[in-house]
């Protein structure tokens, strides 16, 4: 595992991280939001595993070969990196700062480990964490899927729990029992960073040039 420590300026786009155990509906969360608001943007992570159902190289993930994560890693081409359930992820550093850069508002679905090395990077990231309404409908929300084998799932529940007890160090918390209200929930965190000042004073400086306000 690695990261980059360097804190870059204050961009004039947003960076909203979010993290969740495996069945939480993270995933399908942050597609709902993308749908909903334009000018949310999705960050393209890199992974060593195979694609699964439907994905395409470029559009969920960068499907990468081990030897060619090696090569990025060596790079330092990641702003930061991590084993998750035996496959590695990886987060451009460029990919993420072009975009937050220009002025758009950048989505990034990551595991704990990542989203709070990211924290680390780039300062004014706003870190998300998704919880699922019970143990029970955690467990039952995997096996539904029909992707995994018993013990890949027993494998998914226990890194939950160690995923879970980081959720104190999230800026904000959603718990997922209802879709529409757990995305009523994102829509309103992110919506919320749109209206600090800092935010506000990048996109609407004639309005502040015009009421004197510097």
């Known amino acids: 595992m690695a990261h980059d420590t360097h804190r870059p300026m204050d961009y004039p786009g947003n960076l909203i991280v979010v993290a969740a155990p495996s069945g939480a509906g993270k995933s399908s969360l942050v597609k709902a939001l993308q749908e909903l608001d334009a000018h949310i943007h999705p960050s393209i992570s890199h992974t060593t595993r195979a694609p699964r159902g439907q994905e395409k190289h470029g559009r969920e993930y960068f499907f990468a070969s081990e030897s ?7 790079a330092q081409a990641f702003v930061e990196w991590a084993h998750v359930h035996g496959k590695r992820y990886g987060t451009s550093k460029k990919a993420i700062e072009e975009r937050i850069a220009q002025g758009s508002d950048v989505i990034l679905e990551i595991d704990f480990q990542g989203a709070l090395q990211i924290r680390q990077a780039f300062a ?63 829509k309103a965190v992110v919506h919320a960073q749109r209206l600090k000042y800092a935010a506000q004073r990048r996109a609407r400086a004639d309005t502040f040039e015009s009421l004197h306000i510097s």
């Open 68 to 74: 060619e994560f090696d090569a990025m890693v060596q």
């Open 124 to 186: 004014n990231a706003v870190l998300v964490f998704i919880l699922p309404p019970g143990w029970d409908e955690l467990r039952s929300r995997l096996e539904r899927r029909g992707e995994d084998s018993a013990e890949v799932i027993e494998m998914r529940l226990k890194n939950a729990a160690i995923e879970m007890a980081h959720v104190s160090k999230f800026d904000f918390v959603i718990i997922n029992e209802l879709f529409e209200r757990a995305l009523f929930d994102l």
